[in-house]
């Protein structure tokens, strides 16, 4: 009856192998060497067969019995491993030390320009309005005095869902709303995403508007000029300078470009010397357009152009956080890289 000398012989071996076992991994080894599929056990088992029928069930049961054997010992072993283990770590753990605050996130500049601009226009007296990002062709261009085969429809030509309904183009269509669903007097701004074909260095295809809407008696031009003037000092600093340069939008008459006196160099041209790049030497950026809301527009919305009038603007965020923070890559927008974004914790 070799085999189950065999047997019995296994134990003590595994005792001497497990005294020098010092890590989980060596246990592991041994493990698999006596226990495993193709393990010092499992090959007598499978000698099994061979034996003469009378002989199995003696074999059969020593078998049994030594796997047993062999797994409380493993087990014990691997209890006393993992308790050295774990008071090792215990004695490493100093609790004096002070703890490490969890990493949190912060708004993304976007976000924060858009609503420090809102802000402004709250304290202003604006309300803040919201519309679909998906549109009818009606209200993102036909009731912007923009009919079908406008050339104005070129300029921000989007994607269509289909013949009547697009991803806007602007944030305009909300006024169109908002002017449906309320009465004048009223004043509101409208922050959200916006679509356009464009893709290249400085454009993409989404990127993010405000638009400013109010309607009144006797709004004129020069209440436009004031608004925009003290709204974008409050965004730029109380010495940023501001220019109207004619302009044309379908939707406003007469219309505006509006620069700022460049916040880079401060309007000189020059930084250090060197040629200021973001206002290429002439002092001055571009940032919205505006103009007095169009009779054609009141008209759509039904309300009469002899009782009302109103100014309107819009202005792209990224280009106003881009001036504010200094950022010279559109891109760094939209790559949710966690460098970038933590520095507007
Ligand atoms: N809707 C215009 C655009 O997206 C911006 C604008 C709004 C211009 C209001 C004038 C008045 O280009």
Redesign the pocket.
Known sequence: MDLLKELESLVPELERGLGQASSLSELEELRVAFLGRKGRLARIMSSLPGLAPAERPAVGQKANEIKTALTELFDARKESLDAAREARALARFDPSLPGRAPWRGSLHPTTLVMEEICDIFRELGYDVASGPEVENDHYNFEALNMPPEHPARDM?DTLYITENVLMR??T?PVQVRTMLSRKPPLAVVAPGK?YRRDSDLTHTPMFH?I?GLLVGHDVSMADLRGTLTAFLRGVFGGETRVRFRPSF?P??EP?AEVDISCCICGGAGHVNGEPCRVCKTTGWVEI????MVDPAVFEAVGYDPEEFTGF????GVERVAMLKYGIGDLRMFFENDVRFLAQFG
Do not use: D, I
């Open positions: 921000q183009t602007h305009s916006v508007q638009e939008f939707f406003t219309s919205l357009g505006c103009g309107a603007f819009g202005l």
